[in-house]
C-alpha cells in the first residue's frame, strides 16, 4: 500500500515529492480585478513551504461573467499574468508542484460583481440566468482552454478544472434539471460531454507536460451517486486526465440514500488506466492520510487541516501521530498560520466550525 510519504507519479510533468495535496479553498484575499494579493501569495507559499506536495489555488474565474465572490481570484485575462508568474515562481522555489483551479459560476456568477445576467444549461429566472445558446457553451469551453493556457504561460505545474460543487460545468451534470435537447443533457453522454471538450480543448492547446485534474462531486447537486459514477467513469477512462479529484466532503461518510458500502467505496474501484485518483474531506490526521491511501486512493487533498497548519503536511509526514489541532481556532491562530484578514474574515463570516468569532477581535 502507498505510503503519504511517497512519491507520486502521473501520466503527464513532473513527479509530486508525497501524496498529500492542498485542496483548493477560496480565500477572498484577490484585489478587485482579480489579481492576486501579496496576501494570496504569502498564505500558498506558506503551504508549499509546509510541505505539501501540490498546492493548488482557490477557484479562478476563467471568463469576468462567471465571478461569483469579491476577492475571487482571476485567470481571466492577461492582466492577471503578472500575479500569477509570481505566484508560480514562489511556489516552485519552494519546491511544490503547482494548479490552478479553474471555475465558471454559471447561475452562481454574481451580477452585482459581473454586470451581466448569470448563463446556466437551463432558463433559471430565480437566479436571474439565461439559458446558454451554442454559442455561449462554445466560448465557455474557449473560456477555460484559454484560461489553461494562460496558467501554463505564468509557470504553472497544470491546472484542475472544477467540475463539482454545482458551478457551471456541475449545472450541466445536474440530472434533474439539465434536460438540453442540442447535445448537451438529455443522457449522462450529453450532460458529460462539455467537461469533455474542456479537457481535450485543454490538453489540445497546452504542452505534454501540463497536469490536467478534474474535480467532481460524487453526489448531490442533481446527480445520484449513479451519476457520479458514470462521470468519474468517463473521466478515468478519456485519456486525458492526470487524475480525478473526488470532493467527498467526508472521506468517511455513506452516500446519502444510505447502503453498506461508503461513498469512497464506489469510486475506487473504477478502472483508471494512466490517471490518478484524490479523495477530499473531512482528512485530519496521518491516520486519516493512510486510511485514504489503504482504501485505493493514490494522494489526498486537505482542506480545514492545512487552514490551521501551513505545515500540516510536513507534520503528516514526519509523525504517524499526527492529529490536527481541534476547531475552532482563534484569530490568533490564524494569523499566524498566514491567513490575511480577507480570508479570516471570510471564515469568520461563514465557517464557525473553523474560526472562533467571540473575543478574538
Ligand atoms: C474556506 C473554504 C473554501 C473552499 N473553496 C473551495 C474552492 O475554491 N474550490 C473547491 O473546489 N472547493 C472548495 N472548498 C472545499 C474544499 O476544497 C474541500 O473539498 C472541503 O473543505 C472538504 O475538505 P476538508 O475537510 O479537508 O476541508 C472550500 C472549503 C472551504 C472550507
Known sequence: MPQPTDELDLAHGPTWKNRIALAPLTNRQSNDDGSLSQ??????????????????????????????????????????????????????????????????????AERSITGV??????????????????????????????AAVRAEQAGFDGVEVHGAHGYLLGQFLDTSRNDRADGYGGSPDGRFRIVCEVLAG?????????????????????????????????????????????????VFMRPRKGGDALLIDHF????????????????RSTADLQWCLDKGADFV??????????????????????????????????????LGPAFVEYL??????????SGNG
Open 348 to 357: 469568520a463570516e461563514t465557517f464557525p466550525d473553523v474560526v472562533e468569532v
Open 39 to 108: 496576501d494570496e501569495v504569502a498564505w500558498l507559499t506558506a503551504r508549499a513551504d509546509g510541505g505539501f506536495g501540490l498546492v493548488m489555488t482557490a477557484a479562478a474565474f476563467v471568463a469576468p461573467a462567471g465571478q461569483v465572490w469579491r476577492g475571487q481570484l482571476g485567470v481571466a485575462s492577461p492582466e492577471h499574468l503578472p500575479g500569477l508568474r509570481r505566484l508560480a515562481d514562489s511556489l516552485r522555489a519552494a519546491g511544490a508542484r503547482s494548479s490552478v483551479q479553474l471555475h465558471h459560476g454559471g447561475r452562481r
Open 117 to 146: 445576467a448569470a448563463q446556466c444549461p437551463w432558463d433559471d429566472p430565480a437566479h436571474d440566468a439565461v439559458a446558454m445558446t451554442l454559442d455561449d457553451v462554445a466560448a465557455a469551453v474557449e473560456s477555460f482552454v484559454a
Open 268 to 283: 475506487v474501484d473504477l478502472p483508471r488506466g494512466e490517471a490518478r485518483l484524490g479523495v477530499t474531506g473531512n482528512v
Open 202 to 250: 485543454i490538453r489540445a492547446a497546452t504542452r505534454s507536460g501540463f497536469q490536467l485534474g478534474l474535480r467532481l462531486s460524487p453526489e448531490g447537486f442533481g446527480t445520484t451517486v449513479q451519476d457520479g459514477r458514470e462521470y468519474a467513469r468517463q473521466a478515468l477512462e478519456s485519456d486525458l486526465l492526470d487524475y480525478l479529484d473526488l470532493s467527498l466532503w467526508d
Open 301 to 338: 487533498s486537505v482542506g480545514h487541516g492545512a487552514i490551521v497548519h501551513h505545515d500540516f503536511a510536513a507534520r503528516a509526514l514526519a509523525d504517524p501521530q499526527f492529529v490536527a489541532r481541534p476547531m475552532p481556532v482563534s484569530v490568533d491562530v490564524l494569523r499566524e498560520e498566514k
